[in-house]
């Protein structure tokens, strides 16, 4: 920089504008044709990254020569104008006017369909500087004629003009709805989708740009996946590219506004590449979030039921991809619609049987949330109230002996207790007194296998309808209630277990869910043992006695197929059941 601007201050700018002039000599050498051209390059050299400079240019009349130099016979010539131009248009305002002030639109409009590349590159660089930030002129350049020309020059044997073209389409696009139609319908949706596949990564860069501008209107965004767009733009999330990244993210936003391409984004997995994505820019993740929040509010009539008919009639593999993408995006309105009456569930279990690690934990966190969708408020999301049993008697009569009619000895101590409460509480008491059995008429009743804090507990819950039940005990109480048939206090003791579950002990839980017919602590088990797929899985052994009945299986198994099938009975006894009661709710 400090070399450009000696050489200016000492007055080099007039006379390399004077030697530009020279062309309108009667008679020109080569050599005088060779002197303009490196005036030319000289300017170029000395304006470049220089705002100031670059006005200074304009000030010593460098534009008006440089503009009719488009026209001289000299291709190189030629060249080295636009090369100048170029630089002088790039972020300066005034410059830009003047060059379309001195009419330099038409010319380089037709040296856009010059076939020398090196001709062509110049000129779409001229116009692409003078359109940026630049409405106005925008506007003078397609009115000059310039959208054919520029589309045109996607098929360019030179990647950087086809990458200026590219650019340039995608700031027409966002002059209104309907240059965007037009770029559509002149043919440019092609070329900008065979340029997804090119290696080179700038050239990727401007395609996705010019299809996320063109994907903005509803017919443009059926075009281009019809057209073939969808899937290159897919794989370009994958792209370790900030910019081209999210340059897809963003053609795909707008691609997923229309319902036609729904289903084909389902189909060719279009979901699953969005969640497993790694994002580089915040941006980004935000557009994909936006986009799932597209898609999901788009499943229903005409969408959904498309989206069923694939899951009946299309290859396995579709029917997989709609029942994931389904099972984040559907509606809980038609879950069962979905994965009962259309065989989805039976697709999500299919891949826990897969021998494929990706599709089991695919299809592991798909049950999980289906799972949370299919209930409203998941069993140990709260703590569950407990039931009004027909007669409370109470706090003040636990283990009162004012008209008390029996005594339960427990540990050596006594308990006093009224059958009427009992009576009420559950069916097992109902036996115990009213049926055949010998305590009916005895005054004291021995229980032999509860300690006295549970069974104290156990009966304050009776009497009073609430206990404050805590991890130290709630496993013997829960032992308890399901023995004396207490469902509410059953329910209490299981959500205090279940904020206990880990994955040392999620199996202890589940075993002990299924002693005792805890059928909440069983569901939330296996939405742990889901959520928690991947790293339960790793565990050699794990369910392989504990969280699965063996006996149901007929057959010696690896620990991994074990593993596998576990799964598949567990989700099915809990998910079938869940869905179906759901529905008639």
């Avoid at 790039?90 to 009419?103: L, S």
């Avoid at 391409?261 to 915040?282: A, P, W």
């Avoid at 027909?390 to 009162?400: I, S």
């Avoid at 699965?548 to 991994?560: H, M, N, Y």
Wanted: aromatic share 6%; charged share 20%; glycine share 6%.
């Amino acid at each position: 920089p400090e070399h450009q601007q000696l050489i200016v201050d000492s007055g080099a700018l007039s006379h390399l504008v004077n030697l530009l002039r020279r062309h309108k000599d009667s008679s020109i050498s080569r050599a005088v044709i060779s002197v303009i051209r490196r005036a030319a390059d000289a300017l170029t050299n000395l304006a470049h990254e220089n705002s100031s400079i670059k006005s200074r240019v304009r000030m010593e009349g460098g534009i008006p020569p440089l503009v009719e130099l488009l026209e001289f016979t000299d291709t190189k010539v030629q060249r080295a104008a636009a090369g100048a131009l170029r630089t002088l248009a790039f972020k300066n305002d005034e410059n830009k006017n003047q060059i379309v002030e001195c009419n330099a639109l038409p010319t380089l409009i037709l040296m856009l369909r010059s076939e020398d590349a090196a001709i062509h590159y110049e000129a779409v660089g001229v116009i692409g500087n003078l359109v940026h930030s630049s409405p106005n002129i925008k506007k003078e350049v397609l009115a000059a004629g310039a959208l054919q020309p520029v589309i045109g020059l996607l098929n360019s044997c030179c990647s950087e003009s086809q990458r200026e073209a590219a650019l340039l389409l995608g700031q027409f696009a966002a002059t209104d709805s309907d240059c965007k139609v037009h770029i559509v319908q002149r043919g440019a949706v092609r070329p900008l989708i065979e340029m997804l596949h090119s290696p080179d990564v700038q050239l990727k860069e401007m395609s996705t740009f010019a299809l996320g501008r063109l994907a903005q209107d509803t017919h443009n965004q059926a075009g281009i996946a019809h057209s073939g767009g969808l899937v290159p733009l897919l794989k370009l999330l994958d792209s370790k590219n900030g910019s081209l990244q999210h340059n897809a993210a963003f053609a795909l936003y707008g691609l997923a506004d229309n319902e036609d391409n729904v289903s084909d984004f389902i189909r060719v997995g279009g979901v699953q590449r969005l969640q497993d994505g790694e994002f580089i820019v915040q941006a980004t993740k935000d557009c994909v979030a936006k986009t799932l929040k597209r898609l999901e509010e788009k499943i229903h009539g005409r969408v959904l039921n498309h989206l069923l008919y694939l899951m009946r009639v299309a290859e396995k593999p579709v029917q997989r991809r709609v029942a994931l993408a389904l099972a984040y995006l559907c509606s809980p309105d038609d879950q069962r619609t979905i994965f009962i009456d259309n065989n989805g569930l039976e697709l999500l279990l299919g891949l826990l049987g897969s021998t494929s690690t990706k599709q089991q934990l695919d299809g592991a966190v798909a049950l999980y949330k289906l799972s949370n969708k299919a209930m409203t408020l998941s069993p140990m999301d709260a703590a569950p109230p407990s039931p009004t049993p027909q007669v409370y008697l109470g706090e003040q009569y636990v283990n009162n002996a004012t008209l008390s009619d029996v005594t339960f000895l427990v540990e050596g101590r006594r308990f006093y207790a009224h059958r009427i409460c009992l009576l009420a509480s559950s069916d097992a008491f109902r036996a115990m007194f009213d049926g055949g059995y010998r305590e009916k008429d005895a005054r004291d009743i021995e229980i032999p296998n509860i300690k006295w804090e549970v069974f104290e507990l156990m009966m304050r819950f009776i009497y009073t309808g609430s206990v404050d039940v805590t991890l130290d005990i709630a496993q013997d109480l829960l032992r308890a209630a399901d023995q004396y048939l207490l469902e509410g206090l059953k329910r209490l003791c299981e959500y205090t277990i279940a904020q206990d579950i880990s994955l040392e002990n999620v199996s202890s839980m589940y075993e002990l869910s299924e002693a005792f017919h805890a059928i909440s602590l069983r569901h939330t088990c296996i939405l742990f043992i889901l959520e928690h797929f991947d790293k339960l899985s790793a565990r050699p052994g794990f369910v392989v006695q504990k969280v699965v009945r063996s006996d149901l299986f007929d057959v010696v198994e690896p620990i991994e197929d074990v593993w596998r099938i576990s799964c598949i009975v567990l989700v099915v006894t809990t998910l079938e059941s869940v869905l179906i009661e759901n529905a008639f709710v």
